[in-house]
């Protein structure tokens, strides 16, 4: 597991579960002190408060009594750093970055090379953060509309139609070669490498993948997006910009006001969703659920609709468990839903359900 990848890992992780899960009572995020013998009658008013917000504990009377989540099992379990890791990993393989395919072979290398980075650095920025998003956006600028692209036909066969490519400003790159050149005239090689647009080869890495979901804020901008290949025997089928996923995609459907939101993995379920509008936003997977999103899911009830396979299945549940503590009503797609016919089957996702050809 590499420093970005632990990094992540911890951000997906709700500390309130984790200490659920550790046997450890939390009532409106307070739980009793861990060492109840240095509390005047046992700490029977919960001194230890923990904030989802920032994935943090700490004891208003223990010095010694704070951290993050993983200093929380390793202070309930009592043991050291990088077991306290493996039980965080072996309990939510599906959290890790990759997903819970990956899980067991992340597990083997955990160990080592956790022992051989101890604590993340943070990275060091060549660039200021409000100047990547400013060089996201403009390359984003730089896109072409879908219309009368392959990347139009490509979607039409999933039944994702135009007024759905307008609103959520889907984009596609018809040049790649000219692309490539213009992006090298107009900034540095460095820092296109750095920001994630470009390979250590030092050229734009949407060869393969040149249709793009860019995530767009309130303002309709966006400094995030995900590039999704059209060709179907191309591994991964989508790539993810380097860094962490600032918000679901398909923000506007957060509005704060009272209803339903359907909560689906990728961009494609989302765009099906929305095409047949039904109000949904997506998650690149459920290793990129943030706990600090739920504010944004206020008033809202939401329906998972992760994929049905076992990573899928076990996500849901922790969804369920996370939402479910902020007070936010979940039913997973398919029970007991009398809106929409039919269940999806083992092993298919939202857009084939809809009708949608591969
Ligand atoms: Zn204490």
Not at 69 to 91: G, Y
Not at 227 to 247: C, F, M, Q
Not at 269 to 283: E, H, P, R, S, Y
Not at 343 to 356: A, L, P
Request: glycine share 8%.
């Amino acid at each position: 597991m590499t420093s970005e990848e632990l990094k992540q890992f911890k951000a997906s992780l709700s500390i309130t579960a984790v200490a659920q899960a550790l046997g450890v009572e939390v009532v409106r995020g307070r739980c009793r002190c861990f060492y109840p013998q240095r509390h005047v009658h046992g700490d029977r008013t919960p001194s230890v408060s923990i904030s989802e917000e920032r994935g943090s504990f700490r004891c208003w009377v223990c010095d010694d009594v704070r951290g993050d989540v993983i200093s929380l099992v390793q202070i309930v379990k009592n043991c050291s750093f990088t077991e306290a890791l493996d039980w965080l990993v072996e309990t939510y393989p599906f959290l890790l970055p990759g997903g819970g395919k990956a899980a067991v072979t992340k597990m083997a290398t955990a160990k080592v090379s956790v022992a051989a980075v101890p604590e993340p650095s943070p990275k060091k920025e060549l660039i200021p953060e409000d100047d990547r998003k400013k060089l996201i956006l403009n390359f984003l600028k730089m896109l072409s509309p879908v219309d009368d692209t392959p990347a139009a036909a490509w979607l039409a066969r999933r039944r994702i139609y135009k007024p759905v490519w307008d609103k959520m400003l889907l984009r596609t790159i018809v040049d790649y070669g000219e692309l490539n050149r213009r992006l090298k005239e107009t900034y540095p090689l460095e820092i296109l490498k750095h920001v994630g647009l470009f390979s250590e080869k030092g050229n734009l890495k949407y060869y393969k993948h040149p249709l793009i979901f860019p995530y767009l804020d309130e303002g309709r901008r966006a400094f995030y997006f995900q590039a999704r290949a059209i060709d179907k025997t191309v591994v991964p089928k989508e790539l993810n910009l380097t860094g962490s996923v600032p918000y679901p995609y398909n923000l506007s459907a957060l509005d704060q006001k009272v209803g339903w939101v359907y909560l689906c993995e990728g961009a494609v379920d989302t765009l099906t969703f929305l095409n047949q509008k039904i109000n949904a936003v997506g998650i690149p997977g459920v290793s990129s659920f943030k706990v600090e999103w739920l504010p944004l899911f206020k008033n809202k009830s939401v329906v998972l609709c992760l994929d049905k396979d076992d990573a899928g299945r076990r996500g849901t549940e922790y969804l369920q468990t996370v939402f479910g503590q902020a007070g936010i009503r979940t039913i997973v797609l398919g029970e007991g839903m009398e809106n929409i016919k039919g269940v999806i089957s083992e092993g298919q996702d939202i857009n084939e359900w809809f009708g949608g050809k591969k």
